[in-house]
Nanobody
């Protein structure tokens, strides 16, 4: 089994920064792709950023240049550095893992096998 646990959420003013962390455990081969998603009430979960263990990353257009996804060398901690935060970034942020590297290149939420409980990010105007 793979377990994921997010932390680092909170409330910040517009223009501020937060760094989210996701502690990952379990078989590394079952989390070849890792990503951050966000969701607001009544809306579908949105892919924010992904990273594969070899390093390639993807970002949603809405966060490019502002957010950075990374992981430690052992692959046990996933990060999301969020800068220049906007009120529209307010959401519950989730860490996810997929079995296949290709999952990071696709944008199908169904391909992710494991999910954390989420951490709330609130950005005030």
């Amino acid at each position: 089994q793979v377990q994921l646990q997010e932390s680092g959420g909170g409330s910040v003013q517009s223009g501020g920064s937060l760094k989210l962390s996701c502690a990952a455990s379990g078989d590394t081969y079952r989390r070849s792709c890792m990503g951050w998603f966000r969701q607001t009430p009544g809306n579908e979960r949105e892919q924010v950023a992904t990273i594969v263990r070899s390093g390639p990353t993807t970002y949603a257009d809405s966060v490019k240049g502002r957010f950075t996804i990374s992981q430690d060398s052992a692959g046990n901690t996933l990060y999301l550095q969020m800068n220049s935060l906007k009120p529209e970034d307010t959401a519950m942020y989730y860490c996810a893992a997929g079995n296949y590297i290709s999952t990071c290149g696709a944008r199908d939420i169904r391909d992710y096998n494991y999910w954390g409980q989420g951490t709330q990010v609130t950005v005030s105007s």
